[in-house]
């Protein structure tokens, strides 16, 4: 190498000149000069000292947004306050009283009280208000950044917060309302242009994206196996190696490539990498300005950092999955976490032996930012809504942690590089010409940046995507489908498999367009077709955003709010709750195809199908549960059945993008079984549920039905045989003397009932895979556990045939209570082969002597609740229990022979004073006359009585079979309510007509049901008033 090599800051006042040579093993000479200028800093010929690094605290700033669209459907409540410009406040939804205060150096309210400006910009309604617009966050933050970068500090801006939180609102911005990034670079080209002209600028622009720890440039086109690699300099530390950096003369430029960025970003986010939530967009801006009279420079590296959706770190996010530790997915923000939980106890005084920074791609390019050189800003972006509270609080402690990390900035200066411009605009005057696709993406800042220009004449459907040999139906392939433009008209053709939506609905044929038709390709790629100039109008294209496409999607599919049961409520208003679940549904449905189609890329063989729990379910009093969305997984091949809550299968599916991501670098894909995401041990299925109505116990009338096991969809599953009956504490069941007209004649008094399960008729489980087994579970009253009948295998219509007694020693009001108004629930369990069978530990039940469950023990509990010195004692005092009710039932027991035999003396009674009656005086003739009447009367009086116990039967038997009739009409009231109209308008007619003999039946059910009691009621009567006459 010849020529000078400039070596910047050494302290001089004259030049100096430094050549020696060396050699190499080859013999070949290689001259090094030194050059040693005189430095421009020196004060009169003193030497100037080295500046100083200056100790900077993170700045942190909070942000909380408006209430989405969806909280508002929600119902949501604001849950955050601000009284002051550095003042937080969060209260618990589920305690009011109980709130949290945090400070930090700035609090923005961007929440309420804000109105549009003639330019769209949102300003504050009230010129006193609290609102904080884009301007205002751009003044504190914006400006601080640029300051800094003047001086020559490094400079650094973190947007944390979850999803959807408005992390890129602040950042980037929306409409005519620009964020930090742009109004940035505006105003440091606005700057440059006001500059002195004996100074130079260069300014470079890159972007990058951090995905599952690879790094993709979003300058470039080509995408790299495996991502960039992040190597490590002694003097430039960290950096990616490869990263394009672009020149840039003007704000132009810096917007179109933050374009193409954006671009690339959503064709990745397409062919199934990353979503904008779930990775980390970092954008730098290298400044130099140059000074040439000194030949010198200050150089700043603007770092601008959107993170990804903090909730994907929450480990209860795949709560109760075996793999929630495995995704890469959420490795990058824990180590982000550890790194400034480190940093700030670093700041406290505590002793810190490491700092992660080497764990993650994320925090060693973040190295500097955190605890080093630069001067770094933070600005947490919050939800106000009520249902965020748990991520909302997270987000607000990562911030307070954040605050106490303390930097070391300096000014940087290095010696002038002079780099090659260039910049090539591309022009779209085809938008005015020819119909074409926009792109329409889940975040709103990567919406309409892709066009696809349809010309005249047949064309595959050419968006960006890598080149693909093998044929993936969901992604966008080179040929996917053909788009023709003929004759003033535009058709769209599928591919083979290739999948393809209209309007909701797939096609496999030709299908023409027509202007503002949605199209998704593949399972999530989502374009709006803009027809010819002539067709086009006055529209709102905002209206088509993602929701909209997912909704139509979801409703061609069979699925809406009201099918849920979201307008159930009666007052005509949508449940919040319901709508939530909706929500979720539709969120879901693109995740559940790709999901699908990775399983079949990869030959997994796994169906995954959305569906709602306790869609058609209620608790025993017949109230609707809490709906949430959950996967149904089936193995086609051995049928084997999983079903996963909505957050294991999100974290699933981070898994399998990894391991899939490996298939497509040609990787090997192969895992073990445990670490292998489409992979879980064979488990127990909850097939169903049954309601059997209690109210004929509480009259002490036996049950015999056939009840209908109704799964989540509100379809029939199967069919329960029960009977439910009283019984004496021997198991002898009780007949209809022993019925009651009104349930307090039980209270206070031992009540003995069997619950017999008998058959499962018509199992569809078992029906589907003769190999499959079933289990029945119930739980009555305040009975601490569920208690399981034994497995059965391999029968369709499996004989359970199984008997509990229970007994309740005093029946209490409660108990009586949810008799009259409660149902048993009896669950249905689907068994497969290898999965653990269901059991319960008898240990925790009350049993009497008899070896009968005891229920309605509340009072037994109190008691032995207050004894609880030693084990001993309680066990004592239980057997004096028992043996205490054991003596009362005696005492019934002779207090009833007593009874019986104070009747035989009486009437023996009688029948001497009937003999002796000759031989009293006339005085008593009277009295004696009317003993003598005695016995008849008697007579009377007993047949009246028992009449009247005749009547007392009549009238419980009329009971019985109305309360039988009852619960059949009970049943069909619930079907009623569950059944849902066909989408298809050429299924109504029969629907309708369905409906109404449904409706016909049930009115007719209920009108005999009463008809009957009151004719059975009348008679009755009719007969106890003939007997009073009688007696008169």
Same mark, same amino acid.
């Given at each position: 190498?010849?020529?000078?090599?400039?070596?910047?800051?050494?302290?001089?006042?004259?030049?100096?000149?430094?050549?020696?040579?060396?050699?190499?093993?080859?013999?070949?000479?290689?001259?090094?000069?030194?050059?040693?200028?005189?430095?421009?800093?020196?004060?009169?010929?003193?030497?100037?000292?080295?500046?100083?690094?200056?100790?900077?605290?993170?700045?942190?700033?909070?942000?909380?947004?408006?209430?989405?669209?969806?909280?508002?459907?929600?119902?949501?409540?604001?849950?955050?306050?601000?009284?002051?410009?550095?003042?937080?406040?969060?209260?618990?939804?589920?305690?009011?009283?109980?709130?949290?205060?945090?400070?930090?150096?700035?609090?923005?309210?961007?929440?309420?009280?804000?109105?549009?400006?003639?330019?769209?910009?949102?300003?504050?309604?009230?010129?006193?208000?609290?609102?904080?617009?884009?301007?205002?966050?751009?003044?504190?933050?914006?400006?601080?950044?640029?300051?800094?970068?003047?001086?020559?500090?490094?400079?650094?801006?973190?947007?944390?917060?979850?999803?959807?939180?408005?992390?890129?609102?602040?950042?980037?911005?929306?409409?005519?309302?620009?964020?930090?990034?742009?109004?940035?670079?505006?105003?440091?080209? /606005?700057?440059?242009?006001?500059?002195?002209?004996?100074?130079?600028?260069?300014?470079?622009?890159?972007?990058?994206?951090?995905?599952?720890?690879?790094?993709?440039?979003?300058?470039?086109?080509?995408?790299?196996?495996?991502?960039?690699?992040?190597?490590?300099?002694?003097?430039?530390?960290?950096?990616?190696?490869?990263?394009?950096?672009?020149?840039?003369?003007?704000?132009? /430029?810096?917007?179109?490539?933050?374009?193409?960025?954006?671009?690339?970003?959503?064709?990745?986010?397409?062919?199934?990498?990353?979503?904008?939530?779930?990775?980390?967009?970092?954008?730098?801006?290298?400044?130099?300005?140059?000074?040439?009279?000194?030949?010198?420079?200050?150089?700043?590296?603007?770092?601008?950092?959107?993170?990804?959706?903090?909730?994907?770190?929450?480990?209860?996010?795949?709560?109760?999955?075996?793999?929630?530790?495995?995704?890469?997915?959420?490795?990058?923000?824990?180590?982000?976490?550890?790194?400034?939980?480190?940093?700030?106890?670093?700041?406290?005084?505590?002793?810190?032996?490491?700092?992660?920074?080497?764990?993650?791609?994320?925090?060693?390019?973040?190295?500097?930012?955190?605890?080093?050189?630069?001067?770094?800003?933070?600005?947490?972006?919050?939800?106000?809504?009520?249902?965020?509270?748990?991520?909302?609080?997270?987000?607000?402690?990562?911030?307070?942690?954040?605050?106490?990390?303390?930097?070391?900035?300096?000014?940087?200066?290095?010696?002038?590089?002079?780099?090659?411009?260039?910049?090539?605009?591309?022009?779209?005057?085809?938008?005015?010409?020819?119909?074409?696709?926009?792109?329409?993406?889940?975040?709103?800042?990567?919406?309409?940046?892709?066009?696809?220009?349809?010309?005249?004449?047949?064309?595959?459907?050419?968006?960006?995507?890598?080149?693909?040999?093998?044929?993936?139906?969901?992604?966008?392939?080179?040929?996917?489908?053909?788009?023709?433009?003929?004759?003033?008209?535009?058709?769209?053709?599928?591919?083979?498999?290739?999948?393809?939506?209209?309007?909701?609905?797939?096609?496999?044929?030709?299908?023409?367009?027509?202007?503002?038709?949605?199209?998704?390709?593949?399972?999530?790629?989502?374009?709006?077709?803009?027809?010819?100039?002539?067709?086009?109008?006055?529209?709102?294209?905002?209206?088509?955003?993602?929701?909209?496409?997912?909704?139509?999607?979801?409703?061609?599919?069979?699925?809406?709010?009201?099918?849920?049961?979201?307008?159930?409520?009666?007052?005509?208003?949508?449940?919040?709750?319901?709508?939530?679940?909706?929500?979720?549904?539709?969120?879901?449905?693109?995740?559940?195809?790709?999901?699908?189609?990775?399983?079949?890329?990869?030959?997994?063989?796994?169906?995954?199908?959305?569906?709602?729990?306790?869609?058609?379910?209620?608790?025993?009093?017949?109230?609707?549960?809490?709906?949430?969305?959950?996967?149904?997984?089936?193995?086609?091949?051995?049928?084997?059945?999983?079903?996963?809550?909505?957050?294991?299968?999100?974290?699933?599916?981070?898994?399998?993008?990894?391991?899939?991501?490996?298939?497509?670098?040609?990787?090997?894909?192969?895992?073990?079984?445990?670490?292998?995401?489409?992979?879980?041990?064979?488990?127990?299925?909850?097939?169903?549920?049954?309601?059997?109505?209690?109210?004929?116990?509480?009259?002490?009338?036996?049950?015999?039905?056939?009840?209908?096991?109704?799964?989540?969809?509100?379809?029939?599953?199967?069919?329960?045989?029960?009977?439910?009956?009283?019984?004496?504490?021997?198991?002898?069941?009780?007949?209809?003397?022993?019925?009651?007209?009104?349930?307090?004649?039980?209270?206070?008094?031992?009540?003995?009932?069997?619950?017999?399960?008998?058959?499962?008729?018509?199992?569809?489980?078992?029906?589907?895979?003769?190999?499959?087994?079933?289990?029945?579970?119930?739980?009555?009253?305040?009975?601490?556990?569920?208690?399981?009948?034994?497995?059965?295998?391999?029968?369709?219509?499996?004989?359970?045939?199984?008997?509990?007694?229970?007994?309740?020693?005093?029946?209490? /009001?409660?108990?009586?209570?949810?008799?009259?108004?409660?149902?048993?629930?009896?669950?249905?369990?689907?068994?497969?082969?290898?999965?653990?069978?269901?059991?319960?530990?008898?240990?925790?039940?009350?049993?009497?002597?008899?070896?009968?469950?005891?229920?309605?023990?509340?009072?037994?509990?109190?008691?032995?609740?207050?004894? /609880?010195?030693?084990?001993?004692?309680?066990?004592?005092?239980?057997?004096?229990?028992?043996?205490?009710?054991?003596?009362?039932?005696?005492?019934?027991?002779?207090?009833?022979?007593?009874?019986?035999?104070?009747?035989?003396?009486?009437?023996?009674?009688?029948?001497?004073?009937?003999?002796?009656?000759?031989?009293?005086?006339?005085?008593?003739?009277?009295?004696?006359?009317?003993?003598?009447?005695?016995?008849?009367?008697?007579?009377?009086?007993?047949?009246?009585?028992?009449?009247?116990?005749?009547?007392?039967?009549?009238?419980?038997?009329?009971?019985?079979?109305?309360?039988?009739?009852?619960?059949?009409?009970?049943?069909?009231?619930?079907?009623?309510?569950?059944?849902?109209?066909?989408?298809?308008?050429?299924?109504?007619?029969?629907?309708?007509?369905?409906?109404?003999?449904?409706?016909?039946?049930?009115?007719?059910?209920?009108?005999?049901?009463?008809?009957?009691?009151?004719?059975?009621?009348?008679?009755?009567?009719?007969?106890?008033?003939?007997?009073?006459?009688?007696?008169?």
């Amino acid at each position: 190498m010849n020529g000078p090599l400039i070596i910047d800051c050494l302290e001089t006042d004259c030049f100096c000149w430094l050549s020696f040579q060396c050699f190499s093993v080859k013999h070949k000479r290689c001259t090094f000069c030194i050059i040693f200028l005189p430095n421009s800093n020196t004060n009169n010929g003193k030497m100037m000292k080295m500046p100083m690094p200056s100790i900077d605290s993170v700045k942190v700033a909070v942000r909380v947004r408006p209430f989405s669209q969806r909280e508002k459907n929600s119902g949501s409540k604001c849950v955050i306050s601000m009284h002051s410009r550095t003042t937080t406040i969060i209260q618990d939804p589920k305690n009011p009283g109980h709130t949290k205060t945090f400070t930090f150096d700035l609090a923005y309210w961007s929440h309420n009280g804000f109105q549009k400006d003639k330019d769209g910009v949102f300003i504050s309604a009230d010129p006193g208000g609290k609102f904080a617009g884009q301007k205002e966050v751009f003044h504190d933050l914006g400006r601080g950044i640029l300051d800094s970068a003047w001086q020559g500090y490094n400079t650094t801006l973190l947007a944390y917060g979850q999803t959807g939180s408005g992390k890129s609102y602040s950042m980037i911005g929306f409409g005519a309302n620009k964020g930090i990034i742009p109004n940035v670079c505006e105003e440091l080209f /606005q700057a440059i242009e006001n500059r002195d002209k004996n100074q130079e600028y260069q300014v470079t622009f890159s972007m990058l994206e951090i995905y599952n720890e690879q790094v993709r440039d979003l300058l470039s086109r080509i995408k790299k196996p495996g991502g960039l690699k992040v190597r490590e300099d002694q003097q430039l530390g960290f950096y990616v190696d490869g990263l394009k950096s672009v020149p840039c003369e003007n704000y132009a /430029q810096i917007e179109r490539l933050m374009e193409q960025g954006a671009k690339i970003r959503t064709t990745a986010s397409t062919n199934m990498n990353a979503s904008s939530s779930r990775s980390h967009m970092v954008i730098t801006i290298q400044f130099k300005q140059v000074f040439l009279d000194r030949h010198l420079t200050k150089q700043s590296s603007i770092n601008l950092v959107d993170l990804a959706g903090s909730e994907r770190q929450k480990s209860s996010g795949s709560e109760g999955d075996r793999l929630r530790e495995g995704s890469r997915v959420n490795l990058s923000l824990t180590n982000l976490g550890n790194v400034i939980s480190a940093l700030a106890d670093a700041a406290m005084g505590k002793k810190v032996l490491h700092v992660p920074y080497r764990d993650s791609v994320l925090t060693k390019l973040l190295q500097s930012a955190l605890g080093g050189n630069s001067r770094t800003t933070l600005i947490a972006a919050i939800s106000p809504a009520d249902i965020c509270y748990e991520e909302t609080l997270s987000t607000l402690r990562y911030a307070e942690r954040a605050k106490k990390i303390r930097n070391k900035a300096i000014v940087n200066t290095s010696t002038l590089m002079r780099e090659s411009r260039a910049e090539n605009d591309r022009l779209l005057p085809m938008m005015k010409t020819f119909p074409h696709l926009l792109n329409i993406n889940e975040d709103p800042q990567l919406t309409g940046v892709l066009k696809h220009f349809i010309q005249a004449g047949t064309y595959p459907s050419q968006l960006p995507t890598p080149a693909l040999t093998h044929s993936y139906p969901f992604r966008i392939l080179d040929k996917h489908a053909s788009f023709t433009n003929s004759g003033g008209k535009v058709t769209v053709t599928p591919y083979s498999k290739c999948k393809v939506i209209v309007n909701g609905v797939p096609i496999t044929t030709k299908t023409k367009l027509q202007h503002l038709d949605r199209i998704i390709l593949g399972s999530n790629s989502a374009y709006l077709y803009i027809g010819f100039p002539s067709e086009r109008g006055s529209e709102d294209l905002s209206r088509f955003d993602y929701d909209f496409f997912q909704l139509e999607r979801a409703a061609a599919e069979g699925v809406s709010a009201d099918k849920l049961g979201a307008m159930n409520s009666g007052d005509g208003k949508a449940d919040p709750s319901v709508l939530a679940v909706f929500q979720d549904y539709v969120k879901l449905m693109p995740l559940v195809a790709e999901a699908n189609q990775m399983s079949e890329e990869l030959k997994k063989g796994l169906n995954m199908e959305l569906k709602v729990k306790n869609l058609a379910s209620s608790d025993s009093r017949g109230c609707d549960l809490q709906k949430e969305v959950t996967v149904k997984v089936t193995h086609q091949r051995t049928h084997q059945v999983w079903i996963w809550s909505k957050a294991k299968f999100i974290n699933r599916k981070f898994l399998m993008e990894e391991l899939y991501q490996r298939f497509l670098d040609g990787e090997d894909s192969q895992v073990s079984q445990e670490d292998d995401p489409f992979w879980d041990p064979v488990e127990v299925v909850h097939l169903g549920s049954a309601h059997i109505w209690l109210q004929s116990l509480a009259y002490c009338m036996k049950f015999e039905e056939q009840v209908e096991f109704l799964n989540c969809d509100g379809l029939e599953e199967a069919v329960l045989h029960i009977h439910i009956n009283p019984c004496s504490p021997t198991g002898q069941a009780r007949g209809e003397e022993d019925v009651v007209t009104d349930p307090v004649d039980l209270l206070g008094k031992r009540m003995d009932f069997q619950i017999r399960l008998v058959q499962c008729l018509g199992t569809k489980w078992l029906k589907e895979d003769a190999e499959r087994g079933v289990q029945m579970g119930y739980r009555i009253y305040d009975l601490p556990n569920i208690l399981y009948t034994k497995p059965v295998w391999k029968t369709v219509n499996p004989q359970i045939d199984e008997t509990v007694q229970f007994t309740t020693l005093n029946a209490s /009001q409660e108990f009586l209570n949810y008799l009259q108004t409660n149902a048993l629930i009896v669950d249905l369990w689907g068994l497969q082969e290898g999965c653990a069978e269901l059991s319960c530990s008898r240990l925790d039940l009350m049993v009497t002597g008899e070896g009968h469950i005891l229920v309605d023990t509340k009072k037994i509990s109190t008691l032995m609740d207050t004894s /609880q010195s030693t084990s001993n004692q309680i066990a004592e005092l239980y057997l004096k229990l028992l043996k205490l009710e054991q003596e009362t039932e005696l005492l019934r027991n002779i207090n009833r022979v007593l009874r019986e035999e104070n009747v035989l003396l009486k009437e023996s009674i009688e029948r001497t004073s009937s003999s002796q009656e000759a031989h009293q005086p006339s005085s008593t003739r009277k009295i004696t006359w009317m003993t003598a009447q005695g016995p008849a009367a008697r007579e009377i009086n007993q047949m009246c009585t028992t009449q009247q116990a005749s009547f007392d039967r009549e009238f419980a038997r009329a009971l019985k079979v109305f309360y039988q009739s009852m619960n059949v009409a009970r049943g069909q009231f619930l079907k009623l309510r569950h059944y849902k109209p066909p989408e298809d308008d050429q299924m109504l007619r029969p629907f309708v007509h369905q409906q109404s003999q449904m409706l016909k039946d049930f009115g007719d059910l209920l009108e005999s049901s009463m008809w009957k009691l009151k004719n059975d009621v009348a008679l009755i009567v009719k007969q106890k008033k003939e007997c009073l006459s009688h007696m008169e």
